[in-house]
């Protein structure tokens, strides 16, 4: 490939479990210019999630597969994994997707989450979407934000590769810290992808470091 020859797209696998802000935003990117990327496959927990209808608007596969429909997390997994394989998806994004996969050896370092914290701050099994922020509030801590990581086989535990911080002012409600900390994902996460793009995210055991851009 000569330095003229355009670099193809990167290929999303999008996991969600509600109403689809993250892959719309990510869709919205990707009209704009701003992620060199493309949503192959959206995969769904469950058949009322809001975001299909993004899937749907924009013409992307979308699968729902719920955990009830199988015996356990592993079979569970590789039936997602499966769906992925077939999409020939380069790396996978879980967008408030709330269940719990296994990443299998041919996608470690290709799956990655956001969190609305910063890790290791508020984050693990129960600690989801809006009850993060409330437990913020109700610490009293003065910095929350966000963070983008690999995903392993534990809730938010994987390395991470990115956070951006919010400030938390003193008359913030959850809902008012959700808004602006939603804000920073929407710049955090593309800028994530962007790296894996470039190919510029080395892991060494739990750290993930950032290549200089060429």
Request: glycine share 8%; aromatic share 8%.
């Amino acid at each position: 490939m000569n330095d003229n020859t355009p670099t193809p797209p990167t290929r999303l696998g999008v996991l969600i479990s509600g109403g689809g802000t993250t892959l719309f935003n990510f869709l919205q990117k990707i009209e704009a210019g701003k992620m060199n990327a493309e949503v192959a496959v959206v995969i769904a927990s469950r058949a009322d999630c809001g975001g299909i209808i993004h899937a749907e608007r924009f013409g992307i596969r979308c699968e729902v597969l719920s955990r009830g429909q199988f015996a356990d997390v592993h079979a569970f997994s590789n039936a997602i994994f499966s769906v992925l394989r077939d999409a020939n998806v380069d790396l996978v994004t879980l967008a408030g997707f709330l269940s719990l996969i296994h990443v299998p050896d041919d996608f470690q370092h290709r799956v990655m989450n956001i969190h609305p914290s910063l890790i290791p701050a508020f984050c693990g099994k129960g600690f989801f979407g809006h009850k993060v922020h409330e437990a913020v509030i109700e610490r009293g801590v003065k910095i929350s934000g966000c963070t983008v990581h690999f995903a392993d086989n534990q809730y938010d535990h994987g390395p991470i590769i990115h956070q951006s911080s919010v400030m938390v002012q003193d008359d913030d409600t959850p809902d008012s810290l959700a808004v602006r900390v939603f804000e920073a994902e929407q710049e955090a996460y593309p800028h994530a992808i962007r790296l894996f793009a470039e190919k510029r995210l080395i892991v060494e055991g739990r750290r993930v470091l950032i290549r200089a851009a060429k």
